[in-house]
């Protein structure tokens, strides 16, 4: 597809097969190789909640998410520079992708003012004043050396009054334009993606796509989408964005979500997402597995010898009795947190797999019915 922006701008991703709209392919990033449709479990503060990094990766995954935010007010993205970046610094070693901190910034502070220039906010940590700006958002990225920088961008909750998503989108759309520009000058190989906005309103999608494309970006993600909005809403508009992006480049969802999301967005044409859901659900005692959730809070595990899934592949899941995992969570110990988190991403990672495979033997469609029958059937029955 030759589009508009991408004249010299290289293209790292390649795409292997379709069925329908679902897609699978290949994404190179200096630190390797990810496979789509990919999930990347989120490390906010450099560190995957409950999980050594070594867990994530044997659990399937390629890519993790860090957080612009969190990391460039604790510890600090020049020290973090300073000791090698964010993979030597965490030990991760594999691709990360940044979100630009845009998201963070709008949710997590009361206190603060959005320009034409920046956002300025107090930081949770200690209350000082901050400045974050297109261009110091992909200078922290690049300190970071992220594999994939986001496009700094304003996020509006929905549901949100139509003039407020226009004025957030057109403003994106200069801040893209802004980010482009501080990017010029990263090595070969690391990525920008741009940030759809427009809430969810139809034309305001297409135009913050059209302007995105026009401008031109190694992938483009989708964003201001599972913040408060219906699933049939969310699905509507990536119906409506996804024929509009370039379908040569990586097609990312933010912030999505549960499986069932996944899924269904996948059948839309998405080729990446990340979610906290799977770690912090694991927190409070909820599993993800083929059943769907299972909450081992309740009393009809307390006395269940049987394992979470006796066929599942990952041994966290296969081998511990429910009985146990219900005593752990029950007891608060950290350790059924970790299990349970463990299971999750592991889950995720499995229903990836699943994804890519059918894909690649054109067998979506039979997949996701199937998936979606197991879901519905259900935890097998009490004991």
Known sequence: ????????????????????????????????????????????????????????????????????????????????????????????????????????????????????????????IDGAKVELSPERSIEVQRYL???????????????????????????????????????????????????????DVPSLRHASAEGLVEIGFHGYAIGGLAVGEPQDVMLAMIDETAPALPSDRPRYLMGVGTPDDLLEAVKRGIDMFDCVMPTRNGRHGVAFTRFGQVNLRNARHADDPRPLDEEST?????????????????????????????????YYQHLMQGIRDAIAHGKFEEFYQRTREEWARGDIAPR
């Open 1 to 124: 597809m030759n589009l508009p922006g991408h004249t010299g701008l290289p293209n790292h991703f390649e795409l292997l097969a379709t069925d329908g709209s679902a897609r699978t392919g290949r994404l190179t990033t200096p630190h390797g190789v990810v496979r789509t449709p990919a999930f990347m479990p989120v490390g906010t503060a450099g560190a995957m909640k409950g999980m050594h990094w070594r867990e994530v990766r044997e659990a399937g995954a390629d890519i993790v998410l860090g957080n612009t935010y969190h990391l460039m007010l604790r510890p600090g993205a020049e020290r973090i520079a300073a000791l090698g970046g964010l993979q030597k610094f965490t030990g991760w070693n594999g691709p990360m992708l940044t979100d630009s901190g845009g998201f963070q910034v709008m949710s997590l502070s009361d206190l603060r003012k959005v320009s034409e220039n920046a956002v300025t906010f107090r930081s949770h």
């Open 145 to 199: 050396g992220s594999d994939i920088a986001m496009q700094m961008d304003e996020c509006v909750r929905l549901p949100a009054e139509r003039d407020d998503i226009e004025r957030a989108m057109r403003l994106s759309l200069r801040w893209a334009e802004r980010s482009k520009r501080a990017f010029e000058s990263a090595p070969d190989g690391y990525m920008l993606f741009g940030i759809v906005q427009g809430g």
């Open 314 to 346: 990952w041994p966290s899941a296969r081998n511990y009795a429910r009985a146990y995992l219900h005593h752990l969570v029950k007891s608060g110990e950290t350790l059924g947190a970790m299990l349970l988190s463990d299971i999750n991403i592991a």
